[in-house]
Nanobody, 126 residues
Framework: QVQLVESGGGSVQAGGSLRLSCAAS????????MGWFRQAPGKERERVAA????????YYADSVKGRFTISQDNANNTLYLLMNSLKPEDSAIYYC???????????????????WGQGTQVTVSS
């Protein structure tokens, strides 16, 4: 059973930056997709960014393109999300997730993810 532990959330003013990290313990299967999702109060969870483990192919929500960058350190099983030019509407709980299914990879790392972290709060003030 893989464990995902996020860190790096916090409070920042609009225009600022944060970097989220997600450590995946004891996971050696390849390939897989990893992603960052977020959920704000009263809103549905949305996929912010995702990455394919084998070649680093990445996918972004339109709302964060050009501002957020997803990356991975395969040697240390760690996923990152660098968030620049943050806006108040980026405020949410951010979750890290991992899925090894072939269907998810075929769909561009989109779909139902199997493993989830506990989430980390990001608050952006105006």
């Amino acid at each position: 059973q893989v464990q995902l532990v996020e860190s790096g959330g916090g409070s920042v003013q609009a225009g600022g930056s944060l970097r989220l990290s997600c450590a995946a313990s004891d996971y050696t299967r390849r390939p897989y997709c990893m992603g960052w999702f977020r959920q704000a109060p009263g809103k549905e969870r949305e996929r912010v960014a995702a990455i394919y483990s084998t070649d680093g192919r990445s996918y972004y929500a339109d709302s964060v393109k050009g501002r957020f960058t997803i990356s991975q350190d395969n040697a240390n099983n760690t996923l990152y999300l660098l968030m620049n030019s943050l806006k108040p509407e980026d405020s949410a709980i951010y979750y890290c997730a991992l899925d090894p299914s072939f269907n998810t990879m075929l769909a561009g790392c989109s779909g139902e993810y199997e493993y989830w972290g506990q989430g980390t709060q990001v608050t952006v003030s105006s």
